[in-house]
């Protein structure tokens, strides 16, 4: 009896492994237990919309938040029983793996996205301290990770930046160092002399301006009165297309690679299926020609 319980433990764990995770899975496509989770936290969002509008009436204030109260509860089970699943990757069996893998980012990730949340509703009388609720509701926002999961564009994305870290990070040098100098300019030409206004007083406040410039925003809230000031913001703002083009450049061309190699690798492990079908059928052919030769011997 206990090694029948025991097998149907495992089986259900097995089961419920290929359900949440997504490489477990021998079929293409989202799960219906990985459906619902995406569900919820899409539902979670509209909820955190909703709860910051004032004109929503009590009743529908209170159906709100029995909504977030039921989908803090089942995140805490999904946490709850990834814990437990995770035995079924070798590296996360026994105690010591179960915690290797609560260390995970994923992991962390799941745990944040409800046990804030958790322990204020639990621990916290109503009506007390709903503003700081509030700040912890937006720890919700974690719960975007999740989506990462099933997501593969999210992948994509931090493999993508993992590739052109270097050039971005080079770029970005470039872009606070010219932030920097145009500030510096701009507050010795129009703040110390000039008109000497306000917006460029210091450099901190003229490092306001030389970021909206740079960036091609362009509020329009300070800007360079003087003839000299003009020129130098002119070249400034030429210089800001340049500096939005090039990370953008490089990231599109670090994203074009990533597509390139993940296709190719999608390619090359077809290929090695089609060739282990093959010589699986050839294996095949030849015990078919060897049983029919054995008779006539």
């Known amino acids: 009896m206990v090694?029948?319980?025991?097998v149907t433990g495992v089986g259900l764990r097995k089961k419920l492994y290929t359900q949440l995770e997504q490489d477990a899975r021998d079929k293409s496509g989202?799960?219906?237990?990985?459906?619902?989770?995406?569900?919820?936290?899409?539902?979670?969002?509209?909820?955190?919309?909703?709860?910051?509008?004032?004109t929503i009436g009590p009743a529908w204030r209170h159906a709100i938040d029995l909504v977030n109260y039921g989908i803090v509860i089942v995140f805490a089970i999904e946490?709850?029983?990834?814990?437990?699943v995770a035995g079924e990757d070798p590296r996360y069996r026994g105690?010591?793996?179960?915690?290797?893998?609560?260390?995970?980012p994923y992991a962390i990730t799941d745990l944040i996205a409800f046990l804030p949340e958790l322990l204020w509703i639990l621990l916290t009388p109503a009506g007390v301290g709903d503003d700081v609720l509030i700040v912890l509701r937006v720890l919700r926002l974690a719960r975007l990770v999740k989506l990462a999961r099933f997501?593969?564009?999210?992948?994509?994305?931090g493999a993508t930046v993992a590739r052109a870290g270097t050039q971005l990070l080079t770029t970005l040098a470039m872009a606070l160092a010219l932030v920097y100098v145009s500030a510096v300019a701009l507050y010795f030409i129009e703040g110390v002399g000039g008109e000497q206004q306000d917006g460029f007083a210091s450099i901190p406040r003229s490092l306001w301006w030389a970021i909206v410039t740079l960036t091609t925003v362009g509020y329009g809230d300070v800007y360079p009165v003087t003839a000299l000031g003009r020129i130098f913001a002119a070249i400034i703002s030429l210089a800001g297309i340049?500096?939005?083009?090039l990370p953008a450049g490089v990231f599109a061309s670090a994203f074009s690679d990533e597509l390139r190699e993940r296709e190719i690798k999608k390619l090359r492990d077809r290929v090695e299926e089609v060739e282990t079908e093959v010589e699986e059928l050839e294996q095949d052919v030849e015990e078919l020609a060897a049983e029919d030769e054995a008779p006539n011997t």
């Open 79 to 84: 946490y709850i029983v990834r814990v437990w």
């Open 3 to 6: 090694t029948q319980h025991v």
């Open 242 to 245: 340049g500096v939005v083009a």
């Open 95 to 104: 105690f010591t793996g179960r915690l290797r893998y609560m260390a995970t």
């Open 30 to 54: 989202l799960s219906g237990l990985n459906m619902l989770i995406i569900t919820l936290v899409l539902i979670s969002f509209l909820a955190l919309a909703l709860e910051t509008e004032q």
């Open 151 to 157: 997501v593969p564009a999210f992948d994509v994305l």
